[in-house]
C-alpha cells in the first residue's frame, strides 16, 4: 500500500504564497507521476499540476506562471509552490501519486487527505 501526507495549506491574502508537500509511503516499487488535484465546493476535482518521475509538467490554465511544481525522487515527495494567490484558488488540495507496489505491476492512483488552502482577505 501507498500512504500519502499533506502539509502546508492555510490562509493567506491575496498575493499571499503558499508551499505544499507531499511525501509517498509504502511498499512503492515505482512512482510514474505524482501530482496535485483540487476541488472547491460544488465542483469537480480538477487537475492544478502533474510531474512525471522524469520531471515533465502539465498545469491547469488558471495557474500557469503562478504555480509551480517540483519533486524529490529520493524523498518521494512532490512540492507546490503558489504565489500571486487567489481568491479563485481557494479549495482543498490533493496530493495524487500513481504508483506500482511490490508485487503488483499495474500503476495504481493513490490519494492524500486533502489539505484546505483559504485565499481571502
Known amino acids: 500500500q501507498v500512504q500519502l501526507v499533506e502539509s502546508g495549506g492555510g490562509l493567506v491574502q491575496p498575493g499571499g504564497s503558499l508551499r505544499l508537500s507531499c511525501a509517498a509511503f509504502?511498499?512503492?516499487?515505482?512512482?510514474?507521476?505524482m501530482g496535485w488535484y483540487r476541488q472547491a465546493p460544488g465542483k469537480q476535482r480538477a487537475l492544478v499540476a502533474g510531474?512525471?518521475?522524469?520531471?515533465?509538467?502539465d498545469y491547469a490554465d488558471s495557474v500557469k506562471g503562478r504555480f509551480t511544481i517540483s519533486r524529490d525522487n529520493a524523498k518521494n515527495t512532490v512540492y507546490l509552490q503558489m504565489n500571486s494567490l487567489k481568491p479563485e484558488d481557494t479549495a482543498v488540495y490533493y496530493c495524487n501519486v500513481k504508483a506500482q507496489v511490490r508485487y503488483y505491476s499495474i500503476p495504481l492512483d493513490y490519494w492524500g487527505q486533502g489539505t484546505q488552502v483559504t485565499v481571502s482577505s
Open positions: 509504502g511498499t512503492i516499487f515505482n512512482i510514474n507521476a
Open positions: 510531474i512525471t518521475s522524469g520531471g515533465s509538467t
